[in-house]
Every structure is written in structure tokens, then in C-alpha cells.
């Protein structure tokens, strides 16, 4: 249904729906949840033209993002996981108002899976999600690597990198 799921924001502004507008508004710096019935609705859009927003795997990456920058903090996405319904309606409506789309999620398998699932359904680039970005941390210590191996089609030596690196 329309209103089970959402998808976790901070500081986006709503275009066209007066309702959404003003909510967006009064939660700036707040991390705010979107339903797909406050989303699927024709004349909302958002104000991002020429602006990045950030996507990320995890919610507490928005709450400390709310608590450390507050409405300062560029726009944030939190797919929450896996994205749901909610999270690639507003997604894709970001894409379409002109924003670019900037991911960051966990370097294992499993959060290397869900970049390359969302990049099937969305124009996303990656954010310190690159080999180059591996190798900056290469000496810190991490658990150990587990799961089967993701290709990183935006970034093809990252996969080989990271199964060498086993963590």
C-alpha cells in the first residue's frame, strides 16, 4: 500500500504540493520519513536542479548527519537497506529535477549487492565506494571478508581489490 513503506530524508525542499512544501520547510535539519502517497502525487517536485544529493544504506548515517550539520547538511537519502517503493520514487524524482545522485554504503559484499541493485534502477554514482577509496584504508584492520563476490560495474577493480584485501 501507499503509506506502509517510507524513505528517510534531511533537508529536501518540496516544489508544487503546498502541503509537502511546508512540511519539508518546518523539518529542515530534521530528519523527516516520505511515504509513496506523499510522493506519487504529479505535481511534487523537489529543489535540487544542479545540486548533489547524498544516498545512503543506513539511518544512523542521517541522524548523526542531522545532530553534526543540521539544516546545513546538504540533501541526504537513506535507502534503508534494500530500496523500497518509497526510496525509488524519490529517487527517480530527485534524477528528474536535475540532481546528481551521490551513494555510499557498506564495503562488504552485501552492501556492495544492494549499490549495484540500486544502480539497475537509478542514475547513481558512487561515494567513497571505489577502489581508490579502498586503498585509502587498506592498512586499518576489518573483519573479515564473507558472502559471495558483487561486481562494482561503476568501478570494475574494486571487486578484485576488495577479495584480495579478504576484509
Known sequence: DAVSASTLTLNLRALGDVRLARVCESMLGEPIRLTARQLDRTDTSFSVRD?????????????????????????????????????????????????????QGDGDWPGLAIAADLRRHVPMHPWRLTSRDLALVADRPGPPLEGQRVETPWDPPLADTLERRGK
Request: proline share 8%; aromatic share 4%.
Open 51 to 103: 545540486q548533489t544529493v547524498f544516498v545512503c544504506e543506513n539511518p544512523t548515517v542521517i541522524a548523526a548527519a542531522a545532530s553534526a550539520l543540521g539544516a546545513l547538511c546538504p540533501p541526504l537519502v537513506c535507502v534503508d537497506g534494500r530500496a523500497t517503493t518509497p526510496s525509488l520514487l524519490l529517487l527517480r524524482q530527485l534524477e528528474r529535477d536535475g540532481a546528481k545522485l551521490l551513494y
